[in-house]
Structures are given as C-alpha cells and as structure tokens.
Antibody
Framework: EVQLVESGGGLVQPGGSLRLSCTAS????????MSWVRQAPGKGLQWVSS????????FYADSVEGRFTLSRDNDKSTLYLQMNGLRGEDTARYYC????????????????WGQGTTVTVSS | SYELTQPPSVSVSPGQTASITCSRN??????TSWYQQKAGQPPILVIY???KRPSGIPERFSGSYSGNTATLTISDTQAIDDADYYC??????????FGDGTRLTVL
C-alpha cells in the first residue's frame, strides 16, 4: 500500500522552529518529486514547497521563501521540512504529497496525500 | 502573480450535471489537476492533465480545457460528491498554484 506518514507538528511560539518529517512506503520514493501543501483552519489548500527527485532543485512559495527548507533522504524514503521564523499565519495542517508521475513535476498533479500534521504558532 | 479563479460555491440536484470552472489570469499553458476534499479528510486527485481520470475515480468525473479556463464536470451527481473541489496548475514562476476552492452542494 502506498502511504505517506507525517510527523513533527505541534505548538510553537512565534519566531520558533519545527521540523516536519514524512516517511514514505509502497512506492519508489527516489523516483518521485515530493511536496508539502498546507491548509489553515477553515481555509483552502496552499502549496508550500516542492523538491525534485534527487533533491537538487527546490521550490518555495513566496510566503515561506527564506524561512523554510525542504530536503529529502532517498535512502530513508523520508522528506523533511525545516521551518524557522514561524509566524501565526503558518498555523495549518501540513500535508506531504507525492507527484503522480515519475521524475518530473507539475504535469500530472499529486496522487498520494498523507493524513497531515498540525502546526500551531501561538504564544 | 499567477491566479486560478473558481466560483466559491455551486449547487446541483442529485442526478444532474455540475460544472466547476477554473480560470487562469495568464496564458501559460500547463495542465490542470482537480482535487476533491471532504470534511476532515485529505484531498483526492480526481482529474490530472486536464482530462484524465486516475484509477478508481468514477467515469462521471471529467475535465476539459478551453481558452484560459479549465472545467470539472460531474455527471449524474450523487450525494457522495458533496465536497470541496480545488483546481491546480504549475507556473514557471509561481510554481504550484491552487484555486481558492469551490464548495459543491448536492441538494
């Protein structure tokens, strides 16, 4: 079974840091670009960041550029999102997602989503 | 900035056809994906590359693209289709972009 399991969410004060992890199983992790998508309470989906299959290319939403860092360990089938300088507007459920097609990004959408992990930024 | 505009809400009677549009403000032509999200659940991909259905998605879900607008069509709409729907596309500068979502109510 193809599965993505997120962890690392929690309550953090403004300006603090968190590292989210996403462990993948059931598919060849190293052959698919991966992304994080978040959803604030009662709001729509917001793309956060994506990473190429080898990790050499990363893409960020303007709202997190310079504060978040996306990386991956293909040997461990794990995706990481380091979040620094957290703000109230970063409060959301964060989903780890898999590109449907191998090797490329942005063509066939995201076909596997984790259950998400909740990040709350508050004092 | 790159934007995808969806209607906030669409209502449909059971058995009828629902159409949800997604208009882009740029002419860059990249494929559109559509996602269904029910309350408390992660999204599900229902259409990719404008008009292709992943395995397991019912045939009543279809997609199309014309001009600068993508359309998700749900034929013979059923109560279980009651959900939020989001379009998504890739832009060479903004990267991934989601529409704001459309609440489909099956009355």
């Amino acid at each position: 079974e193809v599965q993505l399991v997120e962890s690392g969410g929690g309550l953090v004060q403004p300006g603090g840091s968190l590292r989210l992890s996403c462990t993948a199983s059931g598919f060849t992790f190293g052959s698919h670009a991966m992304s994080w998508v978040r959803q604030a309470p009662g709001k729509g989906l917001q793309w956060v960041s994506s990473i190429s299959v080898g990790g050499g290319a990363t893409f960020y939403a303007d709202s997190v550029e310079g504060r978040f860092t996306l990386s991956r360990d293909n040997d461990k089938s794990t995706l990481y999102l380091q979040m620094n300088g957290l703000r109230g507007e970063d409060t959301a459920r964060y989903y780890c997602v898999k590109e449907r097609i191998e090797m490329v990004i942005g063509i066939e959408g995201m076909d596997v989503w984790g259950q998400g992990t909740t990040v709350t930024v508050s004092s | 900035s790159y934007e995808l505009t969806q209607p906030p809400s669409v209502s449909v009677s059971p058995g009828q056809t629902a159409s949800i549009t997604c208009s882009r403000n740029k002419l860059e032509r990249t494929p559109t994906s559509w996602y269904q999200q029910k309350a408390g659940q992660p999204p599900i991909l229902v259409i990719y590359e404008d008009n292709k259905r992943p395995s397991g998605i019912p045939e009543r879900f279809s997609g199309s693209y014309s001009g600068n607008t993508a359309t998700l069509t749900i034929s013979d709409t059923q109560a279980i289709d009651d959900a939020d729907y989001y379009c998504q596309a890739w832009d060479s500068r903004a990267y991934y972009v989601f529409g704001d979502g459309t609440r489909l109510t099956v009355l």
